[in-house]
């Protein structure tokens, strides 16, 4: 199967996909927030925030993983993507290894089915359509290097993030 077969675009809230591992768009403290991360530490419960205040933080770029309580997922993985500062402070590097350090957590738990949500292009302000490219890029380079990852879902919870999403992958295919 090509790499681009194991891309998937949806659209919904990633708190209910039955999936091994969602990733979670969360700050460095990974103590909760707003946005997607605040959806899911609450339809998670709080077993979550207790396990992320074991964990000590996050940098920007790594990710973390944690069981996922009350979701319909097996794990939680944590990831801090950059803050949008203008695009010239290293902003695309850090999405880029946000994604990839996603993946190859999700690899070490021989995770077959992953979710992401758009790192980085909520609160933190990334520009949707260059964070979709990076995703895209970066997603397609881990899964070349992880087999065992069967299905990376992108999930889009608005129409801008689903559109940028959808023009690249018919380019692609
Ligand atoms: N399911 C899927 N995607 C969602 C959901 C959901 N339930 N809710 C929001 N999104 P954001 P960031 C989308 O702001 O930009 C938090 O406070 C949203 O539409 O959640 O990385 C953290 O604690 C957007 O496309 O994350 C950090 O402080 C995408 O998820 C900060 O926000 C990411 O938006 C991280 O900011």
Redesign the pocket.
Known sequence: MSVNDRIQLAR????RFEVDAIVN???STLL?????????HLAAGPGLLEECRTLGGCPPGEARITGAYALPATWVIHTV?PIWRGGTNGEDQTLASAYRSSLALAASVEARTVAF??????????P?DRAASISLTTIRNSLATHPTIETVTL????DA?HTAYATLLDKAS
Do not use: K
């Open positions: 919904g809230d990633i708190t768009a969360a700050n909760g927030g707003g946005g997607v991360d605040g959806a899911i993507g949500p758009s790192i980085s292009t909520g609160i933190y302000g990334f949707i999930v889009c919870f608005n993030n």
